[in-house]
């Protein structure tokens, strides 16, 4: 049987004991809706890790995540690192990487938020090189989980840097990127109304399920409710209604 649940629940530090107690040898899958890692044991040790940049920059995110799921499923086929000892060294450091966490966290509560050069005027500031780096790619807002994948050196060494930039107040947050699951419900929210205009009135539509789509807009239904009663997806749906946009069927949305 797996050992599964919630890190809310059962903090990661709590299932690598349970793991290591009794000498579990398989993989711990963790996710928390962003980033999604696989740890693998060996007799209870780490031995190997990805879903980040390196298997030490996986084991690290592993040790901040406090939400989201984890899984373990015994198996005898992990693949352990030639020369496990750096991860090791990691787990050593547990307790001194959650508590920089904790201080990270304290100044970027989110992954999911963007961020931006601040507009105070600072003195002249010493930078590290990552610190240059990130500079230079801000021409204008930009998410942390892009910068992340441009920076290279894994998320939770990106986090440090970019709090330390936020300390010397030369960037700032500007808020939050929609998550995927919250613009696909203000997407299927979304009620489609017909553009009355003249042209619009008489412009041809082609394709069959554009029409029938069409022929189903009462200016009430939403676009989920109309995509669920002819049976498509929600993908599918935005794809005629941005169709019929573009050919003035109907009115440009609001808030999407």
Do not use: C
């Not at 990552?130 to 807002?141: Q, V, Y």
């Not at 022929?215 to 209604?241: C, N, V």
Request: aromatic share 6%.
């Amino acid at each position: 049987m797996a050992l599964k649940g919630e890190l809310s629940d059962i903090p990661v530090k709590e299932v690598f004991k349970i793991i290591s107690e009794t000498k579990g040898t398989g993989i711990l899958n963790l996710s928390n809706g962003v980033h999604n890692l696989q740890l693998q044991f060996q007799n209870g040790k780490i031995v190997n890790a990805s879903g980040d940049k390196t298997p030490t920059d996986s084991l690290k995110l592993a040790i901040t995540m406090e939400e989201g799921e984890f899984e373990f499923n015994k198996t005898g086929s992990v693949k352990p690192l030639k020369d496990s000892k750096d991860l090791e060294k990691v787990l050593d450091d547990f307790d001194k990487i959650k508590s920089e966490w904790e201080k990270i966290k304290s100044l970027i509560p989110s992954e999911q938020y963007v961020v931006k050069l601040s507009d105070e005027s600072t003195e002249q500031i010493e930078l590290s090189g990552n610190e240059w780096k990130i500079i230079a790619m801000l021409k204008g807002p930009m998410p942390i989980l892009e910068i992340e994948k441009q920076l290279n050196i894994g998320a939770f060494e990106t986090l440090k840097v970019l709090s330390s930039l936020i300390k010397k107040k030369l960037i700032e947050l500007s808020g939050e990127v929609e998550t995927e699951q919250e613009v696909d419900e203000k997407i299927a929210n979304l009620v489609p109304v017909r553009n009355l205009g003249y042209w619009a009135m008489r412009s041809p539509i082609e394709g069959i399920k554009a029409i029938e789509f069409y022929r189903r807009i009462d200016d009430k239904k939403t676009l989920g409710q109309i995509a669920k009663e002819m049976g498509i997806s929600l993908k599918e749906a935005k794809e005629i209604f941005d169709y019929l946009l573009k050919n003035d069927k109907v009115e440009p949305p609001k808030g999407v």
